[in-house]
Every structure is written in C-alpha cells, then in structure tokens.
C-alpha cells in the first residue's frame, strides 16, 4: 500500500512540473522594447500610471505597444481582464451593417489591437481568453451602467469619439483600473468636436496628473512610405 501511494505521488508531482514549466516559457517573453525615444516615454508612462493619453499620426506604435502590453499584463496574470473598445465610426464609406452578435459586430473595428494581442499571448491563448471573459469587447451601444474594475482598459481610435461618449467612457472607471487612450486628432471622421480633442483640454488647463504622450512622424517605425506618406499630407494640409 505504502509503495502504490509513493507511485502516484512520484506521477502527480511530474505532472505538475512539466505543466508549470511549459506555461512559464510560454509567459517568459523578453520585454517590449522601444524603438524610438517617445516609445521609451510611452511605454514608462504606462509603467507608472494609470491613466494615459496618447497621440500621434499612424505607424507610430501607439495601437501596438498598448495591445501588446494588455496580453503581457495578461498572461502574467497581473490584471483579471482586459477590456477593449472604440467608437464604431467609419473611416470612409460604409459597408452597412455587419451580421452576426454584438460581439462580432465590433470585431473588425477593434482588430488592430486584437491582432497585437494575438501576435503576443498566441492565437489559441487568446481564443480561451476571448471565450472565458479575460478579455472582454465592449461597444459604445453598452457601456452606459458599467463599472470597470480590476482591469486594463484600452480605448483605441479615440479621435472618433463625441464629447459625450468620452464622458460617459471616463466616468466608468473603477478601482484597481489602468485606462490608455490612444488616438490622432488629425484623423478624426466626426463632423462635430472630437472628445479626445476636449479631454486633452481639460487635462492641460486644469493641471491633471495624467501624461499625454504625444507623437510626431519622426517616431513612425511602420515603414518608409507610410512616413512619406504622412509627410506628404500633414504639409500640404490635406
């Protein structure tokens, strides 16, 4: 008796130790590391705040860095969840309604940051995530009686939100909560003024300790022409 309960220790601690081990090396992925000086004050604004603004034109990482930073925060398991949203604005002409849930109708608006996050944590990692509501993706249409609590939180496109959807998405805020908000002003599809436009205001007049960090197309790391093009519209205003 006393060697068969010897035997299935020996099994059970084995087993332990080879999950432990490949889920470690699975989680133990070197840092992000900037590419550029402003990444570097991005990514040390997001270490010591919970709250933080980000702006800049295209292919400057803003989008990437926070998506990869929710996966790392998540496998680490350093967060309980991740919650994603954006304004569900078009960016040229509609294509009209997408089929299928709530869920998978705001898929396409988010999958930049979603596809960030897969490239990190894996796509297996993240459907198990996605299904078990460690990363949650919340429309507009349903956000109003939320509280976000113990979470990060990330509001991506923000340029395309009104002042009253940037009101009510602030004021969700709970405890235990880290908020990035990213966005290019100059990008904005709303025919009225731009939230993130408001916000910004309020946080320069009155002083907030929230950082805004603000990038220009010397930081984009995308590519060569999409600097270029960046360059070729922000001087002739278009």
Not at 125 to 135: E, S
Not at 208 to 220: A, G, W, Y
Request: charged share 30%.
């Amino acid at each position: 008796m006393k060697r068969r309960r010897a035997r299935l220790e020996l099994v059970e601690d084995r087993a332990v130790r080879l999950h432990r081990t490949r889920f470690d090396e699975e989680r133990c992925l070197s840092p992000i590391q900037p590419l550029t000086e402003r990444q570097g004050e991005y990514l040390d604004a997001l270490a010591r705040n919970d709250q933080v603004i980000v702006l800049g034109p295209a292919g400057t990482g803003k989008t990437f860095i926070a998506g990869t930073r929710a996966a790392d925060q998540l496998r680490q398991r350093r967060i309980a969840k991740v919650v994603i949203t954006r304004p569900n604005v078009p960016s040229g002409r509609s294509l009209g309604f997408f089929p299928g849930t709530l869920e998978d109708k705001i898929a396409p608006w988010v999958a930049p940051l979603t596809e960030a996050m897969k490239e990190r944590m894996g796509q297996a990692a993240f459907d198990i995530a996605l299904k078990t509501g460690d990363i949650e993706i919340v429309p507009f249409e349903v956000m109003r009686g939320r509280t976000f609590k113990k979470c990060l939180v990330i509001l991506d496109e923000a340029q395309n939100t009104t002042t009253s959807e940037i009101k009510m998405f602030l004021t969700r805020i709970g405890d235990d909560c880290q908020v990035i908000i990213n966005g290019d002003v100059s990008q904005t599809d709303l025919r009225e003024t731009s939230g993130l436009r408001t916000i910004i205001h309020l946080i320069k007049s009155r002083m907030m300790p929230i950082p805004i960090v603000e990038f220009t197309r010397d930081d984009i790391v995308r590519s060569g022409i999409c600097a270029e093009w960046v360059k070729a519209f922000e001087e002739t205003n278009l």
